[in-house]
């Protein structure tokens, strides 16, 4: 498990590093962390003839809040956002997704930039991000675009970048007044690729909802309008009203035909919604028989 | 003496060296010149090799097959009857038959540079259809992996005491139960180091082994070299639970080539090849039926059980030890009268199965444990009650069973009584009634099982492998400042026998722990053995350290009655010193006067001086039976499937503990290992022969947060056969808990019909069963 002969760059620059990827013929992978990326070239499935490290340029690493908007370079740690060493604009939602990723030293050196470029459906950046409606910032030679999370994750391990390109940094809203927050996923065991996520942000006062269900095996379903989830409406008693059999249907109609998956997707989601908006009393199950 | 001897409570010496980081692997060899090897593997299960590709740049860096002139093939064969014969060439020929076979070896400075060349090598191969359904390996028209034999079946075997008069019994319950392939997954993978000391005329190979004599016993069958040739040396070895245990064709293959290149050469196993091509373990099947009496008590059990033992036979210890001990060791700690078991051990298209701490009895106690729990549910019984029905009692010890396993110690009732009590079951059922806040589900779990250990001569001599443990021996030498060294053919790779033996030393001549060496891992240096396996060591070489330090000491007293002017019969040996009438002289004193002042012995001294090889057996060579009662509760999420262990009690009994601290490691880590059984552990394949986990995150390990640490409680009831009256506990811990967790899990999931039958019990499993039985599960209700 040793990667085929790459060569290696490290530039300095955001400029010298676009007019690498603009120019290099052949393969080019990027690598902040190399958490999904190293194991990826061990196991040659992978062969880049050059391997472009972005950590040398500093913007890259850099967080602030621009007008109440978080705006976090693609260099951000994992554990920079779970230790709070970069701004937070979402109430603790985005502290509350870095410290369940993985383990620690894939956070220590995980980027929030890596992981939504790398868009594996089970990763949660991919989930949460959406959920909170956050924009990338992409970058090329002599040229900038930003557009939503929800269209730049357009399948497993395929993003809207096109060659040239790169995802300089996350632009996240702030959280709503009044928005509840709710995320839950579903692991085999702690640390582990989720099997499922819900991230889920209600506003009950407003009467709106955005939900996602993440770790599918394409890009994360995106419920903008989560009102039809709840009998059309939502407001603070909407955990009690959440429907299932909507869900399911979302689900059926984004190819889930898997009932164990859905069931487990469900019920997941069910569980996001009511960390997000609590019902009144903890629910014991009596015994069935 | 000063509370170093036996029962000792004592830290591990080398844990000093181990947990700094500073044990020395195989891993860690450097070698002037040595360059390393990467395999071209087989891609596929089953094909037929048309050519094999090596770029002209490279034909001086590749070996195939071809190459390898003289080099035989691994034979592995039971003298069982009707054993059908396989070879398992060291680089394939004419055929692969499992993904992962080596085809071609790559020699380069570096292992990233030996991968490079084996990426260049192109494969011609034809695929035929796989055999990777074990059951379906059986029927007549399947494809056969070795076409001479005429069929897939290395060994059937039978066994049937009397099962007609069962089938009238009340109570009659019949399950189809499985455990899945597993890896062994120890930190350290296999990795071998091959140079040529041409000062002594030796390939000297540094490979992570526990058995290393047994390692140049098969070296020198497939290279056809004298055994005086070859020196094994096994270093730090980071875990090896069976997987060290065997001979790979890996080490051929490297031998073959430091003899080919005259530079040292190296191959360390990496994560892929140890999981898709070597470390497979665990697959069985079994359609078993229990009769009882509606009070519970067993009338018979009968059980047809495959095993998968994949595509070879490994060596030393065969494709059947594993389907062949099924039918022996399945009625495990229980008293019934009638018994049938049908064994079929299947060669498939997969990787050979290889003993995995607890070898077959992790199976057998699976199936008989959840059989017995449906039982108790069909007789409206509880789960104790069934199994203080069947147990052998303690007035019946020594008992014969069924099968003629002379269980020769213990009380088992009373480990399901001390469980039980310690788990506190009323408490347990209380809580289950009231039902959780959170929604889940209480469960609670059973399984008891003994494990025949240490078995020597008799009982190997039966299957007729390559290997048949005889007298163990162990050295001990007196150094001239009165330490003391031990050597010994056997390896310890987390046993902690750097420290036990030298307890057991203690025990007998006084020597601080401290002061005491193990010398072992090195066939230039050890007494013969063939190794660390089936949780012998202590028995065994615990036995020979004993027995030689005894005949230390009787020399050791007859010198020192000599400086005392006195006659041996007048003194004693006591905490370290000859004693005699009118004073007495330490044994460094002793060693001191046999080494630097030998001017000073007696004429008629013996001239065998402090140094003594030993050999030792137990009083009968059928084994000693530890056994133990696990008790878990688990919190069952029955709509996600997860599973929380929130308490796990073990009553066990291992016979006196040399170390208690060593024991209950020695538990914990077979439970850390038995929980991945239960829960988590699963090489799948697809219809084409695929192993479908090829990293660790598809292969899932427990971690940290899902290994608990054990409640363990200790009878200690002494075999009667063995010099301190221990038993072998190294396999134990990982022998139960899947049979714990899953019944736990099922009597949890009883009311909402849903039983798992297959290991391990994963989410999914666990939803697919539930949804299966037609439950509402409780996200409907949420909903409602």
Same mark, same amino acid.
């Given at each position: 498990m040793k990667p085929a002969p790459f060569a290696w760059e490290r530039p300095a620059s955001l400029p010298a590093l676009l007019d690498r990827l603009a120019e290099a013929g052949g393969s080019v992978k990027l690598i902040a962390g190399g958490q999904s990326l190293g194991p990826m070239l061990n196991l040659r499935l992978v062969e880049p003839g050059l391997v472009l490290d972005i950590t040398g340029v500093p913007e890259l690493r850099e967080a602030r809040v621009e007008d109440g908007t978080l705006v976090l370079g693609a260099c951000v740690t994992h554990a920079d956002i779970e230790d709070g060493r970069v701004p937070d604009t979402t109430g603790g939602a985005l502290q509350r997704v870095a410290s369940a990723i993985a383990y620690r030293p894939v956070r220590n050196r995980g980027t929030v930039g890596g992981s939504l470029a790398h868009a594996d459906p089970a990763a949660d950046w991919v989930s949460a991000l959406t959920a909170l409606d956050a924009e990338v910032e992409i970058a090329g030679r002599g040229r900038r675009r930003r557009m939503a999370v929800a269209a730049f994750v357009t399948g497993a391990l395929e993003t809207a970048l096109r060659p040239g390109e790169m995802l300089v940094a996350l632009r996240i809203p702030p959280m709503p007044t009044g928005a509840a927050w709710g995320y839950v996923k579903h692991c085999a065991k702690i640390g582990e690729f989720a099997h499922a996520i819900a991230a889920v942000r209600l506003e009950p006062e407003a009467g709106r909802g955005r939900v996602v269900i993440g770790a599918v095996e394409g890009p994360p379903v995106l419920v903008a309008d989560a009102r039809p989830l709840f009998g059309g409406r939502i407001g603070p008693d909407c955990a009690g009203r959440f429907l299932l059999s909507v869900a399911h249907t979302i689900l059926r109609e984004a190819g889930l035909t898997d009932p164990v998956v859905r069931h487990v997707h469900v019920t997941v989601l069910a569980r996001a919604i009511a960390q997000a908006v609590p019902l009144p009393a903890p629910r014991v199950v009596p015994e069935a028989a | 003496?000063?509370?170093?001897?036996?029962?000792?409570?004592?830290?591990?010496?080398?844990?000093?060296?181990?947990?700094?980081?500073?044990?020395?692997?195989?891993?860690?060899?450097?070698?002037?010149?040595?360059?390393?090897?990467?395999?071209?593997?087989?891609?596929?299960?089953?094909?037929?090799?048309?050519?094999?590709?090596?770029?002209?740049?490279?034909?001086?860096?590749?070996?195939?097959?071809?190459?390898?002139?003289?080099?035989?093939?691994?034979?592995?064969?039971?003298?069982?009857?009707?054993?059908?014969?396989?070879?398992?060439?060291?680089?394939?020929?004419?055929?692969?038959?499992?993904?992962?076979?080596?085809?071609?070896?790559?020699?380069?400075?570096?292992?990233?540079?030996?991968?490079?060349?084996?990426?260049?090598?192109?494969? #011609?191969?034809?695929?035929?259809?796989?055999?990777?359904?074990?059951?379906?390996?059986?029927?007549?028209?399947?494809?056969?992996?070795?076409?001479?034999?005429?069929?897939?079946?290395?060994?059937?075997?039978?066994?049937?005491?009397?099962?007609?008069?069962?089938?009238?019994?009340?109570?009659?319950?019949?399950?189809?139960?499985?455990?899945?392939?597993?890896?062994?997954?120890?930190?350290?993978?296999?990795?071998?180091?091959?140079?040529?000391?041409?000062?002594?005329?030796?390939?000297?190979?540094?490979?992570?082994?526990?058995?290393?004599?047994?390692?140049?016993?098969?070296?020198?069958?497939?290279?056809?070299?004298?055994?005086?040739?070859?020196?094994?040396?096994?270093?730090?070895?980071?875990?090896?639970?069976?997987?060290?245990?065997?001979?790979?064709?890996?080490?051929?293959?490297?031998?073959?080539?430091?003899?080919?290149?005259?530079?040292?050469?190296?191959?360390?196993?990496?994560?892929?090849?140890?999981?898709?091509?070597?470390?497979?373990?665990?697959?069985?099947?079994?359609?078993?039926?229990?009769?009882?009496?509606?009070?519970?008590?067993?009338?018979?059990?009968?059980?047809?059980?495959?095993?998968?033992?994949?595509?070879?036979?490994?060596?030393?210890?065969s494709a059947c030890l594993e389907g062949a001990q099924v039918a022996s060791i399945l009625p495990g700690p229980y008293d019934f009268p009638s018994y049938r078991c049908r064994t079929w051990s299947v060669a498939t298209n997969k990787c050979p199965i290889l003993p995995y701490r607890g070898v077959a009895r992790t199976g057998v106690c699976f199936a008989l444990e959840l059989v017995l729990d449906a039982v108790a549910r069909e007789a409206g019984l509880t789960p104790e009650a069934v199994r203080e029905r069947n147990l052998v009692r303690p007035e019946q010890m020594p008992f014969e069973n069924i099968t003629r396993k002379h269980f020769d110690s213990g009380d088992y009732p009373q480990a399901l009584a001390r469980a039980l009590s310690a788990i506190d079951v009323a408490a347990v059922r209380a809580r289950q009634r009231a039902g959780e806040p959170d929604g889940r589900r209480i469960g609670f779990g059973l399984s008891i099982y003994c494990e025949q250990a240490a078995h020597g001569t008799s009982v190997y001599a039966g299957w007729g492998i390559p290997m048949v443990p005889g007298h163990e021996q162990a050295s001990a030498r007196l150094t001239p400042d009165g330490g003391l060294e031990l050597r010994i053919g056997a390896h310890s790779h987390g046993q902690g026998l750097e420290t036990t033996l030298a307890q057991v030393a203690h025990e007998i001549l006084g020597v601080p722990v401290s002061r005491t060496r193990l010398v072992h891992g090195d066939t230039a240096m050890t007494p013969y053995s063939t190794g660390s396996w089936g949780s012998r060591v202590m028995v065994m070489a615990g036995g020979a350290v004993a027995t030689a330090c005894e005949a230390l000491r009787d020399r050791a007293v007859r010198i020192g009655a000599h400086l005392l002017q006195a006659k041996p019969e007048e003194c004693r040996f006591e905490g370290g010193h000859v004693v005699g009438p009118t004073g007495d002289v330490p044994l460094s004193t002793i060693a001191r006067t046999w080494y630097l002042r030998p001017q000073d012995l007696a004429a008629d001294t013996d001239a065998g001086g402090l140094e003594v090889t030993a050999g030792y057996k137990p009083v009968r060579d059928s084994g000693t039976f530890s056994y133990a009662a696990h008790a878990v509760v688990v919190a069952v999420d029955s709509d996600l499937g997860a599973v929380e262990i929130l308490d796990y009690v073990i009553v066990e009994d291992g016979g006196t503990l040399v170390n208690p601290l060593v024991v209950d490691g020695q538990i914990q880590g077979g439970l850390a290992q038995g929980i991945g059984t239960a829960l988590f552990e699963e090489m799948t394949f697809d219809?084409?022969?695929?192993?479908?986990?090829?990293?660790?995150? #598809?292969?899932?390990?427990?971690?940290?947060?899902?290994?608990?640490?054990?409640?363990?409680?200790?009878?200690?009831?002494?075999?009667?056969?063995?010099?301190?009256?221990?038993?072998?506990?190294?396999?134990?811990?990982?022998?139960?808990?899947?049979?714990?967790?899953?019944?736990?899990?099922?009597?949890?999931?009883?009311?909402?019909?849903?039983?798992?039958?297959?290991?391990?019990?994963?989410?999914?499993?666990?939803?697919?069963?539930?949804?299966?039985?037609?439950?509402?599960?409780?996200?409907?209700?949420e909903a409602a």
């Open positions: - | 003496m000063s509370g170093e001897g036996v029962g000792a409570p004592l830290p591990r010496k080398e844990d000093d060296r181990l947990m700094r980081g500073r044990g020395q692997y195989v891993g860690d060899i450097r070698l002037a010149g040595m360059q390393d090897v990467a395999f071209v593997r087989s891609p596929l299960a089953h094909a037929r090799i048309r050519a094999i590709h090596v770029p002209d740049a490279y034909r001086d860096r590749v070996f195939t097959a071809a190459d390898l002139d003289g080099v035989q093939p691994i034979r592995a064969v039971s003298g069982l009857p009707d054993f059908k014969v396989s070879e398992q060439p060291i680089l394939a020929t004419g055929k692969v038959r499992q993904v992962g076979e080596l085809v071609a070896m790559c020699l380069a400075p570096t292992r990233a540079e030996a991968e490079d060349i084996a990426a260049s090598v192109i494969l #011609d191969l034809e695929e035929l259809p796989a055999v990777h359904d074990m059951l379906a390996a059986r029927e007549t028209g399947a494809a056969l992996v070795h076409e001479h034999w005429g069929d897939n079946v290395y060994l059937e075997s039978l066994v049937d005491i009397d099962i007609a008069a069962a089938l009238d019994a009340p109570i009659k319950v019949t399950r189809t139960i499985s455990t899945g392939r597993q890896c062994m997954a120890p930190i350290e993978g296999r990795g071998t180091v091959v140079h040529l000391d041409h000062r002594a005329d030796q390939l000297v190979v540094h490979t992570a082994s526990q058995m290393p004599h047994i390692v140049r016993n098969g070296l020198s069958e497939c290279l056809r070299i004298e055994q005086g040739r070859i020196r094994i040396v096994s270093p730090d070895v980071g875990g090896g639970f069976g997987y060290k245990a065997i001979l790979l064709a890996e080490d051929v293959a490297l031998c073959w080539l430091a003899l080919r290149c005259g530079h040292p050469v190296r191959w360390l196993e990496d994560r892929r090849e140890h999981l898709t091509a070597n470390a497979n373990c665990r697959e069985h099947h079994y359609r078993i039926t229990a009769y009882a009496e509606r009070d519970g008590r067993l009338r018979g059990i009968d059980c047809e059980a495959t095993v998968d033992s994949g595509a070879y036979s490994a060596y030393p210890f219809g084409r022969g695929q192993p479908l986990a090829s990293t660790l995150a #598809d292969y899932l390990l427990p971690g940290p947060a899902e290994v608990p640490m054990a409640r363990i409680d200790h009878m200690a009831t002494p075999s009667p056969y063995t010099r301190f009256g221990q038993k072998g506990i190294g396999e134990g811990g990982a022998i139960a808990p899947p049979a714990a967790i899953a019944n736990a899990i099922n009597d949890a999931l009883a009311p909402l019909g849903a039983e798992l039958l297959h290991s391990p019990v994963t989410p999914r499993r666990i939803v697919e069963a539930v949804l299966a039985a037609g439950s509402v599960a409780s996200s409907d209700r």
